[in-house]
């Protein structure tokens, strides 16, 4: 690693752990720029897992201590995302990606344009409280998040997001830190996997880390503070810009 390829991770890393911790999505940036400065494509996986692991725990801190997660609910689905991200990563060799990149193509465009249309999604606070019914669909969608989050990854942040506003009827902070603590959770299943399989560059993940960390307590305090008129429009953004990313990988 040269001076220069260590700024631009850094750089990148900063961007990318920003826009993350705000509306997810961040690995739109940051998995690109390790693969742009040689990395292969194994070892790029594993080190944006470690580096964004790193700012996914400085993230679910902040939302922490600003109350904006609902331990109630999250005691129930941490452990059915930590067991669909290890099943995910453990399947990831063994099953073709095509098919479900075409329909995540699909749910993340349908997404972008509901949100888009619901003028009040998203803007308030409408949480009635926890039922069994929606305690299991939560569980179903964090298995499935975190399976998917193991096995393929693009845009599991803004679906959490979605999750939460869609079946908890949270407002956007409150989702985002929601969302947030099962990111983390899948995200440090599959890092603990990458490491054991030895594809995580050190020299590429610590300066990247350092400053994911940095953009990640930006970009929380930014979202906590300015709530649904930022993390909306940013949301919306990341899902069109990871559908016209699918789209050209689809045809490319």
Not at 33 to 50: E, Q
Not at 106 to 134: C, H, Q
């Amino acid at each position: 690693m040269g001076l220069w390829e260590t700024v631009f991770l850094c750089i990148a890393g900063f961007v990318a752990a920003a826009v993350d911790s705000i509306a997810g999505g961040g690995g739109l940036i940051s998995l690109p720029a390790l693969i742009a400065v040689g990395i292969p494509a194994h070892a790029s996986l594993g080190t944006n897992k470690f580096a964004s692991t790193c700012a996914s725990f400085t993230s679910t801190l902040t939302f922490a201590k600003s109350k904006k997660i609902y331990m109630p609910l999250i005691k129930f689905l941490i452990p059915c995302t930590l067991i669909g991200s290890a099943l995910g990563v453990f399947t990831a060799l063994s099953i073709s990606s095509d098919f479900l990149q075409v329909m995540i193509l699909v749910l993340i465009f349908a997404v972008a344009i509901y949100t888009i249309l619901k003028k009040d999604f998203g803007s308030t606070d409408m949480f009635e409280g926890l039922t069994r019914k929606n305690i299991l669909i939560g569980c179903i969608f964090a298995f499935s998040l975190g399976f998917y989050d193991g096995f393929f990854g693009p845009g599991t942040g803004a679906f959490l997001i979605f999750l939460f506003i869609s079946v908890y009827k949270f407002d956007f902070t409150l989702s985002a830190g929601n969302g947030k603590i099962l990111n983390f959770t899948s995200n440090i299943t599959s890092l603990v996997l990458f490491a054991i399989n030895g594809k995580i560059m050190l020299a590429a993940g610590i300066p990247m880390a350092l400053s994911m960390i940095l953009g990640a307590r930006v970009g929380t305090k930014i979202a906590i503070k300015n709530g649904a008129k930022i993390i909306k429009p940013i949301f919306i953004t990341i899902a069109m810009a990871l559908t016209i990313k699918l789209l050209y990988q689809a045809f490319l």
